[in-house]
T-cell receptor, first 115, second 111 residues
Framework: EPEVTQTPSHQVTQMGQEVILRCVPI?????FYWYRQILGQKVEFLVS????????KSEIFDDQFSVERPDGSNFTLKIRSTKLEDSAMYFC?????????????FGPGTRLLVL | QKEVEQNSGPLSVPEGAIASLNCTYS??????FFWYRQYSGKSPELIMF????GDKEDGRFTAQLNKASQYVSLLIRDSQPSDSATYLC???????????FGTGTRLTIIP
């Protein structure tokens, strides 16, 4: 069964450093998403991406964040200058459609720890 | 005002019984509703979605939607210890792509 994959599974970085989180969405999906979950809190939407551009983003997704689909398979989230409060689990998700039946399938996540 | 509300639990249910999980939402523009299961330290795993009023069944799971009451629920029949997890309700509003999640209900199935 196709699944979303993410690398790395864990990332430890120093405050102020740049990190890139990588995702390979399900191959025939067209919509891609990043969510995050701070420990003990709810899953929060960051950004959605369709047709090589951002289609929706949240207030969390400020200028420190960027997304890219550098090739036909990878989807990346870059945090330019990490802060302590960026420590969270980051989930990539993908869906075939964005309509009412557009089910989003989540990858296993990258646990980011900013020291 | 919270957009998607769930009782955080924990909800304890004996093995073999029916577990009932509830979710309310505030945005009347909400279009579709998703139930995810999340084991500790893992990612959300899609169980099922519903977008029409009424019941939708998938195996041991039944989702129920009442848009007038802004209420969606998930019933798990013949509960198994492996069903012990946090259950997340997520809502999509018409015209948006994002899912808005509740805080989840922690379910424990007692053998």
């Amino acid at each position: 069964e196709p699944e979303v994959t993410q690398t790395p599974s864990h990332q430890v970085t120093q405050m102020g450093q740049e990190v890139i989180l990588r995702c390979v969405p399900i191959s025939n999906h067209l919509y891609f998403y990043w969510y995050r979950q701070i420990l003990g809190q709810k899953v929060e939407f960051l950004v959605s991406f369709y047709n090589n551009e951002i289609s929706e983003k949240s207030e969390i997704f400020d200028d420190q964040f960027s997304v890219e689909r550098p090739d036909g398979s990878n989807f990346t989230l870059k945090i330019r200058s990490t802060k302590l409060e960026d420590s969270a689990m980051y989930f990539c998700a993908s869906s075939w459609t964005s309509g009412e039946s557009g089910s989003q399938y989540f990858g296993p996540g990258t646990r980011l720890l900013v020291l | 005002q919270k957009e998607v509300e769930q009782n955080s639990g924990p909800l304890s249910v004996p093995e073999g019984a029916i577990a009932s999980l509830n979710c309310t939402y505030s945005d009347r523009g909400s279009q579709s509703f998703f139930w995810y299961r999340q084991y500790s330290g893992k990612s959300p795993e899609l169980i099922m979605f519903i977008y029409s009023n009424g019941d939708k069944e998938d195996g041991r799971f039944t989702a129920q939607l009442n848009k007038a009451s802004q209420y969606v629920s998930l019933l798990i029949r013949d509960s198994q210890p492996s069903d012990s997890a946090t259950y997340l309700c997520a809502v999509k509003v018409f015209g948006n792509e994002k899912l808005t999640f509740g805080t989840g209900t922690r379910l424990t199935i007692i053998p």
